[in-house]
């Protein structure tokens, strides 16, 4: 798959993993598992791309004496997550004809 693709998919699927209700990096792996493999070394950057845009924000909490990091999506984040779907449908369109069998006609 294209990196840059891939990329955007993912940063996508972050946030909807945070969208309704702030998370933790461990978490949200945890919580993205069943559906993407996702690293904590993909994770963090990705976070921080998305902290720069303004599609989520950050906020530090004590936890067991640890101090961890609580990622909230952003208005803008919902809005990114929004025109993704919009995008989806016409990404699927182009699959299905890319997909579509020999002599086939829609």
Known sequence: MDAQLKRGLLEVCVLAAIKNE???GYRIIKDMKPYVALSE???YPILRRLEA???LTVSVTEYNGRLRKYYKITE???A???TFRF???ELMEMYRFV???E???E
């Open 87 to 89: 995008e989806w449908k």
């Open 99 to 101: 997909t579509r069998e």
């Open 53 to 55: 845009a303004d599609l």
């Open 76 to 78: 803008a984040g919902r």
């Open 103 to 105: 002599g086939e006609h």
């Open 41 to 43: 070394s993909t994770l």
């Open 22 to 24: 702030a998370s933790y």
């Open 80 to 82: 990114r997550i929004e």
